[in-house]
């Protein structure tokens, strides 16, 4: 094998120098985190205010948050979807089982089977869907129904602090 070095191109383009400079820090450090300092120093060096790393790093945070949310989000839809499947499966079995024990076969019980298991599909096609539109309303929509339930939580237990004391 012979050693071939590639020639070193004269300029990066900004993605090129984030890929070379994420590689080089992953190396240089054989701990897995770099602290909060180290990021500032490191900032200072590629001569980059002290206002932009702020910004991005509250950026960055708040990325951190909606990301944490929306996973909070899909783990809701999904256990509402799982109990809807038990329900559907427990019902269904009942019937399926009475229909084949009075008249012994399938008859009415399938109608229900099929016309439900058409609606436990598309709820779970629903449930394990994570984009789009309609996905972002209801995203939206449970969001801000949490920060109105945390609002009243608060207040209620403020007020309650304030009705004993």
């Known amino acids: 094998m012979s050693d071939i070095t590639p020639p ?9 120098i984030q890929e070379i400079l994420q590689l080089a820090i992953a190396s240089h450090h ?3 985190e770099l602290s909060r300092q180290q990021l500032w120093e490191i900032a200072s060096e590629l001569d980059i205010s002290n206002a932009v790393i702020q910004s991005a790093e509250r950026d960055w945070l708040e990325r951190k948050a909606v990301d944490r949310q929306r996973r909070s989000f ?3 839809r999904r256990q509402k979807f799982k109990q809807k499947l038990t329900k559907f499966a427990i019902v269904n079995t009942f019937l399926v089982s009475l229909n084949l024990i009075a008249i012994g076969t399938l008859s009415w019980s399938l109608y229900i089977l099929l016309f439900w298991g058409l609606g436990i599909a598309l709820n779970g096609w629903k ?4 984009g789009g539109e309609a996905y972002e309303k209801e995203f939206q ?9 945390q609002t009243v ?4 237990t403020k007020l309650q602090k304030t009705l004993q004391a």
């Open 74 to 76: 899909d783990l809701h």
């Open 153 to 156: 939580a608060t207040v209620w």
């Open 30 to 32: 054989t701990e897995d």
């Open 8 to 16: 070193y191109p004269d300029s990066y383009s900004q993605a090129e």
């Open 127 to 130: 449930a394990y869907q994570s």
């Open 141 to 149: 929509r449970w969001s801000f129904q949490n920060e109105v339930k």
